[in-house]
């Protein structure tokens, strides 16, 4: 199985290789292979336009922050579990340590202002939100997907919760660079779909 080349523990391909099979299970619609490598390119562009933050922790954080996805409220908590104990023996305790707070973190995106590998980490994962307006419809259509057993009234009136919890936010972006660069079109994008989600009330 091919891996995305951001992978960073060339010596253990076969947790890598488990991971992609957690990506890439059928019933994931937007939290799937492409997120992940969406997020990795992300972290990427960060680091080339000069964030400072420790690479593999941050790059192991992303690769296990969706490991587990069913859309349960427990699922970041479980991929931090998982990350603990695949990585235990294979990385530093310390790196292990930081990795599961790193996944826990994603479940609010809400790093401290000196937590520089949270502030990437969280702004990667919500650079979706600031896709061109096509991307950011087939993000939205696949997170309806990925809910498909709610009641379509439940996943408005969850959806909208979601998104004016993102507007409420100070800021989207906690890194200087994401939020020169995607704040402006992300606010762009969320409102627009809530205002959909308004109308078809």
């Known amino acids: 199985m091919d891996l995305p080349h951001q992978w960073p523990l060339p010596d253990s391909p076969d947790l890598g290789e488990d991971l992609v099979a957690a990506y890439t299970d059928p019933t994931r619609h937007y939290h ?11 972290l ?8 400072l933050f420790p690479d593999l922790p941050v790059t ?7 490991a587990v996805y069913d859309g ?3 699922a970041e908590e479980r991929s931090a579990v998982w990350a603990e104990e695949a990585l235990r023996g294979l990385v530093p305790d310390d790196v292990v340590t930081e990795v599961v707070r790193l996944v826990r973190l994603t479940e609010t995106h809400d790093p401290a202002d000196d937590d520089p ?3 990437a980490l969280s702004d990667a994962d919500l650079a979706i939100l600031a896709a061109d307006e096509a991307r950011y419809a087939e993000y939205a259509a696949a997170v ?7 009641s379509d009234e439940d996943f408005r009136i969850g959806r909208t919760q979601v998104l004016e ?15 020169r660069r995607w704040e402006v079109a992300a606010r762009t994008n969320v409102r627009r779909e809530l205002a959909g989600w308004h109308a078809s009330v």
């Open 117 to 119: 590998a949270g502030r």
């Open 72 to 74: 349960e409220r427990d």
């Open 60 to 66: 192991l954080a992303a690769w296990f922050h969706d």
């Open 44 to 51: 990427d562009e960060l680091a080339a336009a000069g964030e």
């Open 165 to 179: 919890t993102l507007l409420d936010k100070e800021r989207l972006f906690r890194t200087e660079y994401a939020y």
């Open 32 to 42: 799937d292979l492409r997120h992940l490598t969406e997020v990795l390119t992300q």
């Open 144 to 150: 309806r997907a990925e809910y498909a057993h709610l």
